[in-house]
Each structure stands twice: as structure tokens, then as C-alpha cells.
């Protein structure tokens, strides 16, 4: 691995030829993502947020759960005739009503693939599905193979795999692997592992299964610890080289790993990971806005990457800093992610040198006699509100300006 950038800069450009393995990525916002309460989305909104993720340039888009609902079916249809670029699929349980209905809504898609999934923790196995280990390991392989016979591409996912017996995942991975799956996705489905954990497994599936070697291995992480960026990155490290994730992490429960964030944590730290990907990443605030505003699950102003606050900064000493070197308190470009530029928030705990510098930008010159009164002016109306906004600025140079000019005298 390459050395760290010694002054933090990172080099954020879309695809970096030093890069020798790309990791892709796989965006369940239509699916998983909108499986979070209050997120169901109409066809047109499905279709809007998949034409922007074609945007973003995500791998592979899986548009819905066909098998669900007549209407999924149509919208999940429509996305893989009308979306090119990034490969369209849709989730089935390992039955074979499930498989024809995404099997029969891809089927147009320029390029497409069949996603199968079934429990493998026993608690799930239990109590869920009511089923014992070996039923699920038959099912597992039928259910793979029927796919394979009807796509070239079939990706599977043993659910819940975070807390399942680590043999018996292995064993069941091995099943899907032998009847031709070429993704394996491994998901931490309630959130559970810690990052350690969640390396250790993938490491041991790659190791354990025989003909690992052919297979794409995928990571699918919850966030109810909050750690579903970590724990993604912990598998990557660990060798997956496919990530699944929402625009802004939303999703079941807690959500699921923020697209963008891992995005832009290989991006930054490039240099020590060694990796590419094939993202647009201007796209990344524009994918995150329409989201938002088509789901109704607002973006919390501190949220990494694409929250309103993740290039603002309001405190003086920060200020001072990013006035004179942006590096000094952002380790990536607000442009880099569509975000426009860094704002500087002019509030009570904002200093002098930023205060002069708005003035500066707004075109308002005031007499270096007047500017500490402007300053006393500034603090005491900064106090009473939670930002100062540039006509307020204004003002109160007009206000000290008056107060320190003399009246004109005219002729006696």
C-alpha cells in the first residue's frame, strides 16, 4: 500500500489510473431503501431516482422486490428498459414465484442479474422461516441454480449472516457457489457486528469456500449501531469488492450503509487503500437532495458528505483557518461532491478575519477607523440571532457609518 498524503489533501479524481482493483457499488435505495416507514415512492419517483443514480454511475441499481406488488413488478420493469448503464435487478426469496418475477422484470435490461436471499442464523431459521439447517442449505442450492438457468448472473445473499453460525454460513455460501452463483453479498442484517467481526467473517468465507476465487464478494451493512460505513469498510478491507448501500443511508430500521460515505472514505484515503471505483461523485449532493425530496426523509444538517453543515463552518478559529488554507479543517472539496463551495457562517463565535472577509465578498468597504465599531455592532446582533445574513451586515455598516460621519455643513 501506498503511503498517506502527508498534508491531507486527498486526490479525489473520478477514476485514478494507480488504482489496481476498482470496488463497485450497488444502490438498494429502491428496494431496501425504501423499505424505511414513510419512504414508499410511486413508479415516477422510482424511475426519477434511477436515472440519477444512472447519473452517479452505481453499478448495479436494484430497483425493487418485483415479487411484492404488481406495481414494483411495473416499476422495476420500466427502470430496466428505460435506465442505462448500471446493471438493474430485484430481490427474490429463494422460491421460484419470487425468481420468475425478477427474472420476468429485468429481462430487458441491457444488463441484469438475479438477487436471492434466505436467512441462514438460527433465529431466523427458527422462528421466522420454520425451517432446520438442512431445509435451508436444499433451498439454498435449488433456488440458486433455477436462477442461474434463467440469468447469467446470480447473486446471493445468506441473511443475517452477521449472526449465524460461522460454520454453517460457510457451508451454505459453498451450496451457492456450487449451483453458480458469481456474487456472494454478505449482510449484517440487523446491524450487529462490530468491524473486527465483520472482517473476520468475510476473511473466513473467502478462505473456507471453495472457488472463492471466481466470486465478487459483496457486503450489505445496517446501521443500528451506527457503524454500517465502518463495518462496509472492514469488508472491503478484508477483500469484498462490492458494497451495497442507500442514498443518505436510509433504509430498514437505523438504515442501511450511506452510499456516500463510503464514496468518499475510498476517495480520501486513497492513498493508504489503493482503490478506484467508478462513481461520478459531483452526482453524489444532487442523488442525495432528490432523494429527499422524493421520499420525504429529510437529511440531517450534520449528516457526513451531504449534509446542508458539512462544508460550514462557524467558529473563529476554523474560519481563520480555512481563510487562509481549506485544508487546514476539510479533508475533502465541497465541489468534489456537487455541494458548490465552503460556506462561512458568520454567527457569534465567528471572528474578525471572517467578518472582514464577508464584507470583502459582499462588495461593503468600511473605513479601517470604523471597523471596530462594525465589530462591537456585529457581536451584539450575532447574540440575539442564530445567523447573520449579509443584508443584516449591511445594515450595520450603514448604521456606524452614519453614526461616525458628521453632518454636512452648508454654506453660511
Not at 447519473?55 to 428498459?81: M, T
Amino acid at each position: 500500500m501506498r503511503a498517506a498524503a502527508t498534508d491531507g489533501t486527498p486526490d479525489v479524481a473520478e477514476r485514478d489510473p494507480r488504482a489496481t482493483e476498482v470496488v463497485e457499488f450497488f444502490d438498494t435505495t429502491l428496494r431496501d431503501g425504501e423499505q424505511c416507514p414513510g419512504a414508499t415512492l410511486h413508479p415516477a419517483d422510482k424511475l426519477a431516482i434511477a436515472q440519477q443514480l444512472a447519473k452517479l454511475r452505481v453499478d448495479v441499481i436494484e430497483a425493487g422486490f418485483p415479487a411484492s406488488s404488481p406495481g414494483d413488478f411495473q416499476a422495476v420493469q420500466q427502470i430496466a428498459r428505460e435506465v442505462e448503464g448500471p446493471a438493474i435487478t430485484g430481490l427474490a426469496r429463494a422460491v421460484r414465484g419470487d425468481i420468475d418475477a425478477v427474472h420476468g422484470a429485468v429481462r430487458d435490461a441491457g444488463r441484469s442479474l438475479i438477487h436471492v436471499f434466505i436467512s441462514v442464523s438460527d433465529v431466523h431459521i427458527t422462528h421466522k422461516l420454520g425451517l432446520d439447517r438442512a431445509q435451508v442449505l436444499a433451498r439454498t442450492a435449488e433456488a440458486v441454480a433455477y436462477a442461474r438457468s434463467l440469468c447469467e448472473t446470480v447473486q446471493f445473499s445468506p441473511e443475517d449472516a452477521g449472526r449465524a453460525d460461522l460454520d454453517y454460513l460457510c457451508e451454505v455460501v459453498q451450496a451457492a457457489v456450487d449451483a453458480g452463483a458469481g456474487v456472494i453479498n454478505l449482510p449484517d442484517t440487523t446491524g450487529y457486528c462490530l468491524p473486527h467481526e465483520f472482517a473476520a467473517m468475510v476473511a473466513t468465507v473467502r478462505r473456507e469456500v471453495r472457488g472463492m476465487d471466481r466470486v465478487l464478494v459483496s457486503v450489505h451493512c445496517h446501521d443500528d449501531l451506527g457503524l454500517a460505513t465502518a463495518n462496509s469498510l472492514a469488508g472491503i478491507g478484508a477483500g469484498a469488492r462490492r458494497v451495497e448501500g442507500c442514498i443518505n443511508g436510509i433504509g430498514e430500521r437505523a438504515g442501511n450503509a450511506a452510499l456516500e460515505e463510503v464514496v468518499m472514505a475510498l476517495r480520501v484515503r486513497r492513498p493508504v487503500l489503493g482503490l478506484g471505483d467508478n462513481i461520478r461523485s459531483q452526482e453524489l449532493v444532487p442523488s442525495s437532495r432528490l432523494v429527499a425530496e422524493l421520499t420525504g426523509m429529510a437529511v440531517a444538517p450534520n449528516k457526513p458528505v451531504v449534509g446542508a453543515n458539512a462544508f460550514s463552518h462557524a467558529s473563529g478559529v476554523h474560519q481563520h483557518g480555512m481563510l487562509r488554507d481549506r485544508r487546514t479543517y476539510e479533508i475533502m472539496a465541497a465541489e468534489d461532491v456537487g455541494a458548490g463551495e465552503t460556506q462561512i457562517v458568520l454567527t457569534a463565535r465567528s471572528g474578525r478575519h471572517a467578518l472582514a472577509h464577508r464584507l470583502d465578498r459582499i462588495g461593503v468597504a468600511v473605513p479601517p477607523e470604523q471597523m471596530p465599531a462594525v465589530w462591537a455592532r456585529f457581536l451584539e446582533v450575532a447574540d440575539t440571532t442564530k445567523e447573520v445574513a449579509d443584508d443584516t451586515l449591511v445594515r450595520i455598516v450603514g448604521e456606524v457609518h452614519s453614526y461616525h460621519t458628521p453632518p454636512a455643513v452648508g454654506p453660511v
